[in-house]
């Protein structure tokens, strides 16, 4: 093994922040409730049983304690991770473990400990450990679940972080338990005699995994290395193999082998299915001999049937040592009952039922609290083996008293099939030759890297005391590991510090030392632990205990946390000396003098445990503990950066030298404080170059503290790159050490002064006339151009970054100096220009010895001309050609990014970002030294690929928010570098995607794409909003007003939609049942007072009908608008059946008994209510089924109205939660309302899925479905439908072939003999049809699989009648004998099966436009067929045809008309003999049978245009609505009666019932006025023929009109259609107990037709619902072209399928579209979270609300005063232009002139910039217009320090020039619009023409590179190269420049712009005068 490779020895550092250590475990358990059992003394902790990894657990011997022995107490710490971004909060987290107790608590330095969990188990922990279990998410993507994991002796607990628990019964004894990456590994304790049961040749396995608390436990496989047979794939069946280590990061583990002494490290992973094959295979036996099967057989069984082995408490002590079966056969770990009953609680074992571990993914989804032990298993199987060593494995099996299954089948063994592998990498190598003693166990493993990122495994071997470090290096397929060497350290102890790259080792000689890596850092100096015997004079004797005097508080509680690090140093430090510097130094010194004294002075630490990040526990004598931190290797970032420099480019060996060095002078003991580290670290970096800083003059100020000039002064002296043990001895005989010995020195400036000039007075006499050379033999002296050229690239990026640009002056100092000695003109010339007035300062260079020079690497990449990103940029920006900008990866992330997004943008390479990188930026690599480069290709700038700059702008803004760029990093770029970046994100708000990421929409400043991106919900707002939108009634004075169940519709929305009346509160009035009725009866002088009282409640009872019919229409007006509170029951609103008369408001009731009142009469009504009350919890909800029961009325009456209640939250999807327990209980009840909305809710919220469970559950209520064997079920009538309805709804749209069949016989069901099947068969009937038409929905002919069921035909047959069929297949049986009640015969009773064919017919040809079947549904077109159809039936066969030829349907009278067919039109033939009396029964059944034809043609006209608000379909339906109501006898007159009985008014009711039902379908949701006229006339007929059924049918019609309060509408999709068919059945009820043709509870299932399609615009700054113009456009289809509409919304949108794009329109807002072209995903999913869609106001505007015209917009007063448009903008009017905070503020503090203010032109100015932000929508651009001015002002003032702003200045202007030349077409994209650039270009410009005129010479001067002299002027003339761009004249070609002609002839190798170069041509060509060729030089400055 190599040593270690570089040793520091001379320096030492110091531990901050040491406070005294307690496990808060400990004193939490000492309170704990459990204490009384817990004898806990203060124990000793045994740092041999901890390993150091963080989720490793125990490692050593807790399992040979016996639970006798006292309490053991164990704990581990780790960082904090729960869900906080780690580089926010750095916590600890301690587990502690201790009896039965395990506490988890967190703490950080800045909060005390707190206890996050604690568990309690009922037998003494073994081991507590946390690990991570991947579970499989339904996706396949792994969710990592957190947990905690506590074993004991029979199983382990697993805690989850979110709250789960599951416990897993362990099948043997466990020695030791591990985490790892998939999970759990578990090693198996090895029994006494454990080789007795091995069938022969066989070991069994020691390692196994469980990978998931419900998973099984699965044996390991391991891979050995390839040296002998790579096949030999085994289990890990070796029992002296033991395993010390596991990481999940790399997924390794550490193994000890206790015969050879060797450690070996494993990888581990998943199995490959290979491998499992090869161990799965029947082994054969040496012989050859198959494994017996007998044996196999035996073991199988005999661990079957034992419950728990080898548990304490098992039967009898022999059973120990049955350890386990063969593993091929590993069963007992499924077989064993406890896990079984715990992974299945109906599974009794594992041979009753095969697919446990199926069961077991099952319960893992659903409750994790099912998986608890019951051991009652155990007795099941009386194991009774007394001696089974004494007869052998075979006579075992057949002994008698061995009960064991009595049949061992051999299929019941399959194997268990392996999880995990592991793979050898690496093993120790023990030397053959050598004696010594074999190596122990490790008792410590961990991972750490060093400063130069390698990684090394290092294991602490105790009995030879040393630390063994294994470097490892993952390959490129990152799965492989790769370990190149060994070394060792000698060592007691160690530690691992992650954050800083270091670990602690404890020497044998304790003394602490630091190493990163195996690279020895310097000892550890820990203020306090250093006993008396170690000072000079024993002064201060009692610090040899320092723990005692730090814990004297007496509050014991609060003793760990007490802190010590603000105790000073010198306290704890016996010495003579009083100031603490000079302390610290004599301790400094004195630490070395003799390091045997060391040795005696701190035997006090005894081990290290519980690192975390940089914090260490030190276990002292007696038992104490002390934490202390190990400070950073620097604090500043510039240093930081500069290291990481430092460390990119230097070889490892090299940086590693100058990090230790840094971090020794740095954390010297009493060292620096954080503002003289920059300097320090110049200091330390320069003497390591081979500078002598006290020569320098600027280096020679620095300040920083005395004690660390030994450091460097060891360092000057040093001539060889490897430290030795001399330099200590020259140091301690130099001079400055014999100064610093005889006088005790003061801590203060003057001190350092005094030593700084001694040094100086020192070095300059000793050499007298040396100038200043550079020390040759410095370690980084031949690294000195390489390191130069990262710094200055680091100080380009710094100056790319305004927070950090301060510190760019820093370092170009040390690159100046550099620079200078490097001979790099150019470079300096750079710095000078940057920092004119800094530079002014430094002249002095090195000199470097022309022998010595060679010995410099000069790297390829050093070029002459220095780079700079400014200048790259702007030449960029001008279309020139460029060199690929150098930089350094993962350190100039912002050049990076910049010049990429130059390179894409500005030159339009949309390749820039991904495959043409290289041609824009050169990354350096640290290998490169001298090879040459290769050439690069220039970019050729006449060739420019553009692109449309739209889409680069987009381009561009997506790849900055990829690469993480947020808008906060856009404020810290310069402002000159950041305005082509900020016009790109202003092109792209404009028309941003509406796909794009949040990220992307944050950057560009869309809040309400991000917003929308986030999808929030609005929820009910109770604040009232301004006057304008609170439409709220007057609130009630009566505190017990009754709720209405109608409160819950968002005011905010309606009051916009509806803005201009009250029509909610109108139809909250309508539909309101809870409140007693008006009952006004005038009492005539003849009638008694009894007959009044039954005349005012019959009056009642007429009203009750109205009022019962109420809750249908009022579900579906509140429809999904309620979150129900989890903690309450839901409100549901009292059915209200009393009235209240006039004037004395008194009492009428129905319960009086004067009038006969209907039995059972509200049972229907009250479940409407019900349903009407669960229709208001919106899908979203959060509903589980604990609330569900909740609900659950106590009394029995509201039974029906929780019918209805789970009816409902079927129909919105929630009864899926409702557990399947519950169900069953429900349905066992047998109450018909409850089974009817159970199964119809069920159903409903399986739509279409094919569920078994569900078909399960509605079989059971069908006869049909069932065998015909199977005992006939007394199941009513109700459910029966309902069951029948819900096969339909289970199976909609999926042509089930079987349930078809069924289903088509049923429509034709005869009645049974015993009276059964004999009343309401019609409803039966058309539940059949129905259910039977949504099975086949929309199929057509394409029914597959069906054809000999000839469908059409027989339901052609239903329709019209004839002869019955056969009953074929199961049901034959049944209907064998007649009814002996209904004599049919042997025809089709028509009128029964007619309704339920008919609708079958039209939902299976549905939209299929199948003339054929349309024709057969045609009415017929002669007097005598028509005779045979009931009129009724007509408006079905109408309806059905027309939307079976659903593409003829046109929204107008006359397509109504062309379906009545020509015998009706009344065109008779007068020739013919027809008596009158015939003529009038003739006209009666005409006229019957033409309005129901219009109204079945209305409903299809409905259905067509359902929910999408045709005017054209209204108009004609409302035009028929007029007629029919014409002719109703509403004024009671005679007049009318003549019409009236020939049609008699039920019948013209109906009709009108239909087409009022069809219009509010076209209108769903709109609210319209006239159809809310129509529906409020009919609520207040009562009375006569207007029955409940009427009453159900107009208030539905309101509640369509209504839906949701106008968020929903009706889609039009078949399976809408469908629902709509089953709901809006025309037959509706005549009273409300009656069911007989349709039952009631279907009229809810209109639900299934809603969709919510309301698109509500949300200002994202207020967050209310406001006004927005959205552009609506249409696909084309075959009646209209391609159409754009405008839309006010709030508004309902058209079905989706039929949009192109949605757009919010400008002006008002920010223009938005959405693309239903690409995907309609999106837009769905804003609409079903409330259609939330966030606007943006743009700056300047004003809501629609606020300003309906637009009149009122800053943008109007400037349209009247264009010219004077700055002076017409008050500041003070700002507020109502805008609500930005900041533009307020702005205006307030510099726009307004105050008396205060004497120069005016600045708030003028400043007046000017803020309007035209606002109008031209950037107000992110006001710190830009600020900066130009603020940069032109100091220009002119002359007061500018560098030339930073004029850089800015000239980029700009780059950029206005680049613009302007693609002429003014693209002006308005540019950012910069107005007057304002020309003014301040102008302005720069006469201030450098000024400039020039007075110092040509200066200029002149320079540029024939004279020596300037040292004056103010120097500034200025930064100012004019930089911003004229002149480039470094170093050469004299200009010199031979005569004429103009020359200069421009050079001017392109020059790069210097034309318009800068007429200004220089005066003076390179020499005349004086500044204008050229007779014109004045203001003609060329633009």
Request: proline letters at 6%.
């Amino acid at each position: 093994m190599s040593e270690v490779v570089y040793e520091e020895t001379a320096t030492m550092i110091a531990a901050g922040e040491l406070q005294s250590f307690v496990p808060f475990g400990r004193e939490h358990c000492r309170n704990h409730p459990n204490a009384f059992n817990l004898q806990l003394r203060e124990l000793q902790p045994a740092s041999e049983l901890w390993s150091s990894d963080g989720a490793a657990g125990l490692v050593g011997s807790l399992q040979e304690v016996s639970l006798q022995e006292r309490e053991r107490e164990w704990w581990q710490l780790r960082k904090g991770c729960t869900g906080v971004k780690e580089e926010e909060v750095m916590f600890e987290e301690e587990l502690y473990a201790a009896g039965n107790v395990v506490v988890w608590s967190q703490g950080s330095r800045t909060q005390a400990s707190s206890v996050y969990k604690a568990f309690t188990v009922d037998s003494p922990v073994q081991q507590a450990l946390w690990c991570n279990f991947a579970v499989l998410q339904n996706n396949n993507d792994e969710e990592v679940e957190q947990t905690i994991c506590i074993v004991q002796s029979s199983c382990i607990n697993v805690h989850t972080v979110t709250g789960k628990d599951f416990i897993s019964p362990l099948p043997f004894q466990v020695s030791n338990v591990w985490a790892t990456k998939f999970g759990l590994l578990l090693e198996r304790k090895i029994s006494a005699n454990d080789t007795q049961l091995n069938p022969p040749g066989e070991p069994l396995p020691m390692v196994f995994s469980m990978l998931h608390p419900l998973d099984e436990i699965a044996p390991l496989v391991s891979k050995p290395s390839s040296q002998f047979d790579s096949s030999t794939v085994h289990y890990m069946s070796d029992s002296t193999m033991k395993i010390v280590f596991t990481c999940c990061q790399p997924s390794i583990l550490v193994s000890y082998d206790t015969v050879q002494g060797t450690h070996t490290v494993w990888a581990l992973r998943k199995v490959t299915h290979d491998e499992c094959s090869t161990v799965l295979r029947y082994p054969t036996e040496p012989v050859g001999k198959p494994l017996g099967l007998m044996a196999s057989n035996f073991l199988t069984s005999h661990l079957r049937n034992i419950s728990r082995l080898d548990s304490p408490g098992g039967s009898g002590t022999e059973l120990k040592s049955c350890a386990l079966s063969s593993p091929k056969h590993y069963n007992v770990l499924r077989s064993n009952p406890n896990r079984a009953v715990t992974s299945s609680p109906g599974a009794h074992s594992r041979v009753h039922s095969p697919n446990i571990s199926n069961m077991a993914a099952l319960s893992r989804a659903h409750s994790p609290g099912m998986a608890a032990p019951s051991f009652s298993g155990a007795s099941r199987f009386n194991t009774s083996f007394h001696s089974p060593s004494s007869r052998g494995h075979h006579g075992l099996l057949s002994s008698p008293n061995s009960t064991v299954n009595e049949t061992v089948l051999p299929p019941e063994m399959e194997p268990i099939v392996p999880d995990l592998c592991v793979e050898q990498l690496w093993t120790e190598t023990v030397a053959a030759g050598c004696h010594r003693e074999m190596s122990s166990q490790a008792s410590k493993v961990f991972i750490t890297s060093d400063l130069c990122e390698n990684r090394y495994l290092c294991f602490l071997v105790e009995s030879h005391q040393q630390l063994r470090c294994v470097k490892f290096i993952e390959s490129n397929e990152s799965s492989q590991l790769i370990f190149p060497s060994v070394t060792t350290i000698s060592a007691k102890d160690a530690a691992p510090l992650q954050n800083i790259d270091a670990m602690l080792v404890l020497e044998a000689c304790g003394s602490l030392v630091l190493y990163t890596g195996i690279t020895r850092v310097s000892k550890v100096f820990v203020p306090g632990l250093l006993s008396p015997s170690f000072s000079l004079s024993n002064q201060r004797p009692q610090i040899s205990t320092p723990v005692e005097s730090v814990s004297t508080p007496a509050n014991g509680v609060n003793r760990h946390i007490q802190r010590l690090s603000e105790v000073p140093a010198q306290d704890f430090m016996p010495s003579p000396v009083s100031e603490p510097k000079g302390l610290n130094n004599k301790h400094h010194e004195a630490s070395f003098f003799e390091d045997h004294i060391f040795q005696q002075a701190t035997p006090c630490i005894h081990g290290l445990r519980d690192p975390v990040c940089n914090r260490v526990t030190l276990e002292l004598g007696g038992g104490a503990m002390l934490r202390i931190s190990v400070p950073e290797v620097a604090t500043s970032e510039l240093v930081q950066k500069c290291l990481q420099a430092i460390r990119f480019i230097l070889p490892k060996d090299a940086a590693m030298k100058v990090l230790v060095k840094w971090y020794n002078i740095y954390n010297a003991p009493g060292g620096s404080s954080a503002h003289a580290e920059w300097s320090l670290f110049v200091t330390c970096f320069m003497t390591l170059m081979g500078y002598n800083t006290e020569r320098l003059a600027w280096t020679r100020h620095l300040h920083f503290e005395v004690p660390l000039s030994p450091v460097i002064a060891a360092k000057k002296a040093r001539h060889s790159a490897q430290g030795s043990e001399e330099d200590w001895d020259y140091l301690l005989a130099s001079r400055y050490h014999r100064q610093i010995i005889s006088q005790p020195v003061c801590a203060s400036v003057e001190s350092s002064d005094i030593v700084a000039t001694e040094m100086g007075d020192l070095s300059s006499a000793s050499s007298p006339g040396s100038s200043l050379k550079l020390e040759s033999s410095a370690p980084l002296f031949p690294h000195i151009p390489a390191l130069f050229y990262v710094l200055h690239l680091l100080y380009q990026e710094l100056q790319l970054d305004e927070l950090h640009r301060a510190k760019a002056s820093s370092l170009v100092c040390v690159l100046q100096q550099l620079a200078r000695d490097l001979q790099l003109e150019e470079y300096v010339d750079l710095y000078w220009r940057d920092y004119p007035s800094v530079m002014s300062g430094f002249s002095k260079c090195c000199s470097i010895d022309h022998a010595v020079i060679e010995q410099m690497q000069r790297p390829s990449f050093l070029l002459s001309k220095p780079p700079c990103v400014f200048s790259w940029l702007s030449s960029c920006l001008r279309g020139d050609e460029n060199t690929p900008f150098p930089y350094l990866p993962a350190i100039c992330q912002r050049t990076r990014l910049l010049v990429l997004s130059y390179a894409l943008y500005i030159f339009g390479d949309d390749k820039a970002t991904s495959s043409s990188e290289s041609k824009y930026l050169f990354k350096l690599s640290a290998g490169q030294k001298s090879c040459a480069s290769e050439p690069y290709l220039r970019r050729q700038s006449s060739v420019k690929v553009r692109f449309s700059s739209a889409s680069l702008a987009e381009q561009l803004v997506v790849w900055l928010a990829s690469q993480g760029f947020t808008l906060k990093d856009l404020e810290s770029v310069p402002f000159g570098v950041a305005l082509p970046i900020r016009e790109a994100i202003y092109r792209c708000r404009e028309q941003p995607c509406s796909d794009w990421s949040e990220e992307v929409c944050l950057l560009i400043g869309r809040q309400d794409l991000t917003k929308q991106a986030h999808k929030m919900t609005l929820a009910k707002s109770k604040a009232s909003v301004s006057s304008g939108l609170s439409l709220e009634p007057p609130v009630a004075t009566e505190p017990d007003e009754e709720e209405d169940g109608m409160s819950d519709i968002i005011q905010e929305v309606t009051g916009l939609i509806w803005s201009q009346d009250l029509r909610i509160q109108e139809v909250r009035r309508l539909l309101r049942s809870s409140g007693p009725v008006r009952v006004s009866v005038v009492q005539l002088p003849e009638v008694s007072d009894h007959e009044y009282i039954e005349e005012k409640e019959n009056k009642l009872l007429q009203l009750c009908q109205r009022t019962m019919a109420l809750p249908v229409g009022r579900g579906l007006f509140t429809l999904f608008s309620y979150h129900p509170v989890l903690t309450e029951p839901l409100p549901v609103p009292k059915l209200n059946l009393t009235g209240r008369a006039p004037p004395r408001n008194t009492m009428v009731d129905l319960n009086s008994g004067n009038i006969d009142v209907p039995p059972n009469m509200t049972s229907w009504p009250s479940f409407h209510n019900g349903v009407a009350a669960g229709l208001k919890i919106a899908p979203a909800s959060q509903v589980d089924s604990a609330w569900i029961a909740y609900n659950k009325p106590k009394s029995p009456e509201l039974a029906n109205e929780y019918a209805g209640f789970l009816m409902a939250l079927g129909l919105n999807g929630h009864l899926t939660k409702l557990a399947t327990l519950n169900i069953h209980d429900y349905l066992t009840k047998g109450h018909e309302m409850t089974s009817v909305g159970l199964l119809l809710g069920v159903s409903s919220a399986k739509l279409g899925t094919m569920d078994m469970s569900t078909t399960r559950l509605l079989s059971i209520h069908i006869p049909a479905l069932l065998p015909p064997t199977s005992t006939e079920l007394d199941v009513p009538h109700n459910v029966q439908v309902a069951a029948v309805i819900g096969v339909g709804l289970v199976y909609q749209g999926t042509g089930h072939r079987h349930n078809a069949e069924v289903l088509l016989s049923e429509i034709g069901r005869p009645p049974g003999p015993e009276m059964e099947y004999c009343t309401d068969r019609e409803s039966y009937s058309l539940a059949a049809g129905l259910a039977l038409g949504m099975v086949c929905l929309g199929h057509g002919s394409n029914l597959i699989g069906m054809t000999d069921l000839n469908v059409p035909e027989q339901l052609y047959q239903y329709m019209v009648g004839g002869h019955r069929r056969a009953q074929a297949g199961a049901n034959r049986e049944r209907h064998k004998s007649p009814s002996y009640q209904i004599k049919e015969g042997d025809t089709i009773n028509v009128d029964v099966t007619c309704p339920g064919a008919t609708l079958a017919l039209a939902m299976i040809y549905l939209k299929t436009n199948n003339r054929s079947i349309a024709d057969w549904l045609k009415p017929p077109d002669t007097w005598f067929l028509l005779d045979f159809i009931k009129p009724e039936f007509l408006l079905l066969r109408t309806l059905a045809r027309c939307i079976i030829m659903w593409d003829e349907i046109l929204p107008n009278s006359e397509w109504v008309k062309s379906n009545i067919p020509q015998i009706m039109r009344g065109n008779f033939d007068a020739s013919e003999d027809i008596n009158m009396e015939t003529m009038a029964k003739c006209d009666v059944f005409l006229s019957q049978a033409e309005d129901y034809i219009t109204a079945g043609a209305c409903m299809a006209l409905g259905l067509r245009f359902a929910g999408s608000a045709n005017s054209d379909a209204f108009d004609c339906l409302y035009e028929f609505a007029r007629t029919f109501m014409k002719m109703m006898p509403f004024a009671g007159t005679a007049a009318v009666s003549a019409s009236l009985q020939q049609m008699g008014y039920y019948n013209l009711q109906t009709c009108l019932s239909m087409i009022l039902l069809a219009m509010s379908m076209v209108m769903a949701g709109t609210g319209n006025l006239k159809v809310l006229q129509l529906c409020r006339f009919f609520h207040k007929r009562t009375g006569g023929e207007m029955n409940y059924g009427f009453h159900m049918a107009h208030h539905m019609a309101l509640g369509l009109l209504f839906l949701g309060g106008g968020r929903y509408t009706i889609s039009t999709s078949n399976s809408a259609i469908a629902a709509l068919l089953c709901a809006l059945y025309p037959h509706f009820p005549a009273h409300s107990t009656d069911n007989r043709y349709h039952l009631q509870a279907l009229r809810h299932l209109v639900v299934l037709a809603a969709e919510p399609r309301l698109l509500v615009p949300v200002d994202v700054d207020s967050l209310k619902p406001c006004y927005a113009l959205l552009e609506v456009s249409y696909k084309e289809t075959k009646w209209y072209n391609e159409t754009t509409v405008e839309l006010m919304a709030p508004t309902l949108l058209p079905e989706l399928h039929l949009l192109k794009q949605v757009k919010v329109k400008g002006p008002r807002y920010w223009e938005l579209t959405l693309d239903l072209s690409k995907e309609t995903h999106h837009l769905k999913s804003i609409l079903s979270q409330d259609g939330v869609l966030y606007v943006k106001l743009r700056a300047g505007q004003l809501p629609y609300k606020d300003d309906p015209q637009g009149w009122k917009s800053l943008l109007t007063t400037a349209v009247n005063h264009r010219s004077s448009g700055v002076t017409a903008f008050k500041p003070e009017t700002i507020s109502t232009f805008t609500s930005n905070p900041a533009l307020i503020s702005f205006a307030d503090f510099f726009c307004k002139t105050s008396e205060g203010m004497k120069h005016r032109k600045d708030t003028h100015m400043f007046s000017a910039m803020l309007y035209e932000c606002v109008t031209q929508e950037c107000p992110e651009m006001l710190p830009t217009y600020i900066a130009i001015e603020q940069a032109v002002s100091a220009l002119q003032r002359g007061d500018l320090q560098q030339t930073f702003p004029l850089w800015q200045l000239r980029l700009v202007v780059d950029l206005w020039d680049s613009r302007m030349l693609r002429g003014p077409a693209n002006s308005h994209n540019t950012l910069l619009k107005s007057e304002f650039l020309p003014v301040m270009k102008n302005a720069v410009d006469v201030a450098l023409d000024g400039w020039l005129k007075d110092s040509s010479s200066v200029l002149r001067s320079y540029m024939w590179n004279q020596v300037l002299s040292k004056d103010a002027q120097s500034i200025m003339l930064a100012c004019f190269l930089v911003y004229r761009s002149v480039p470094c004249f170093r050469s004299t070609q200009l010199k031979s420049c005569s004429s103009f002609g020359d200069l421009l002839s050079c001017s392109s190798q020059l790069e210097i712009p034309l318009r800068d170069l007429l200004r220089l041509a005066p003076v390179l060509l020499g005349s004086g005068s500044p204008s050229l060729l007779g014109f004045p030089l203001q003609a060329f400055s633009s």
